[in-house]
């Protein structure tokens, strides 16, 4: 029975990345073509159906503890798997920052282009540069962007250092930035890991295999404006080090956290303990 219905939830999820590839090759496309006024709005809107969907099946439960700022330009976060992206795009429309490696995973790096993601190349100054004025036109613009600065996955044993010239954007666009802390439970936090060499498929496959995939989303408070590109990096990073790895806290360079209610998501990402 159980093989069944892991196999039936697989079927169910490859019917969503079939939708997906249509939604970005074909309807959003068109949406754009007749009207551009509100295709942003209606493109946002496929995309949070979507992920939350794909959370749904994947029975994805989330723990929701502090507070999204509607202010936060920059989000950003640790990075353990790919499920990550698809857990945060549930609770607010995202345009997403990622290396460039990630544009040419199968399925997955077609969507991601497709619903306007991102790309820095390692190594590479000039793109790197260009990707940086584009997240600093966007920031000015309003729109909310998220990336994982580490720069790789890691089994969340640990926070990697962040790269300090991902905030120049926000930094040169006065943008708020908040840091989310996400940590995955139970059995998951075994399995949930997407390193080293992983292959997609066989990672779903075994993400399929679990009753039910725990993840914690903590949203620590937003850091101030007018913090340098290094201030921001180091800050955030002990903001998520802080909260994953309590035994380790050391007093807070910035304002104390306030503790908010937390809650209790799964189907509508909005239900209560």
């Known amino acids: 029975m159980g093989s069944c219905r892991r196999w039936y939830r697989g079927i169910l999820i490859a019917g969503m990345f079939a939708l997906g590839l249509l939604a970005v090759a074909l309807v959003m496309p068109?949406?754009?073509?007749?009207?551009?006024?509100?295709?942003?709005?209606?493109?946002?809107?496929?995309?949070?159906?979507?992920?939350?969907?794909?959370?749904?099946?994947?029975?994805?439960?989330?723990?929701?503890?502090?507070?999204?700022?509607?202010?936060?330009?920059?989000?950003?976060?640790?990075?353990?798997?790919?499920?990550?992206?698809?857990?945060?795009?549930?609770?607010?429309?995202?345009?997403?920052v990622a290396k460039e490696e990630v544009a040419r995973w199968p399925v997955m790096g077609y969507l991601a282009r497709g619903i306007g993601t991102l790309f820095i190349r390692r190594g590479d100054a000039e793109q790197a540069a260009a990707t940086g004025e584009a997240m600093t036109w966007l920031?000015?613009?309003?729109?909310?962007?998220?990336?994982?600065?580490?720069?790789?996955?890691?089994?969340?044993?640990?926070?990697?250092?962040?790269?300090?010239?991902?905030?120049?954007?926000?930094?040169?666009?006065?943008?708020?930035?908040?840091?989310?802390?996400?940590?995955?439970?139970?059995?998951?936090?075994?399995?949930?890991?997407?390193?080293?060499?992983?292959?997609?498929?066989?990672?779903?496959?075994r993400m399929l295999a679990l009753p039910c995939i725990e993840l914690e989303l903590h949203y620590c408070p937003s850091l101030p404006v007018g913090l340098r590109r290094d201030q921001l990096a180091r800050a955030s990073r002990l903001q998520i080090a802080e909260w994953l790895y309590p035994r380790e806290r050391r007093p807070r360079p910035l304002h104390e956290a306030v503790t908010q209610p937390s809650r209790i998501c799964h189907g509508d990402f909005t239900q209560r303990p």
């Open 139 to 205: 920031l000015r613009r309003g729109a909310h962007l998220l990336l994982f600065p580490e720069g790789t996955t890691t089994r969340g044993e640990q926070v990697l250092r962040f790269h300090g010239k991902l905030f120049l954007p926000a930094q040169l666009a006065g943008a708020n930035v908040q840091a989310v802390a996400l940590r995955y439970r139970g059995e998951a936090a075994g399995l949930a890991p997407f390193v080293d060499d992983d292959a997609f498929l066989p990672h779903l496959l």
């Open 30 to 96: 068109g949406l754009r073509r007749l009207s551009r006024r509100r295709a942003e709005d209606w493109c946002e809107a496929i995309v949070l159906a979507w992920n939350r969907a794909v959370c749904r099946i994947l029975r994805l439960r989330l723990r929701i503890t502090g507070r999204p700022d509607p202010a936060a330009g920059l989000t950003v976060a640790n990075h353990v798997s790919w499920l990550d992206i698809i857990a945060l795009g549930t609770q607010r429309p995202f345009r997403f």
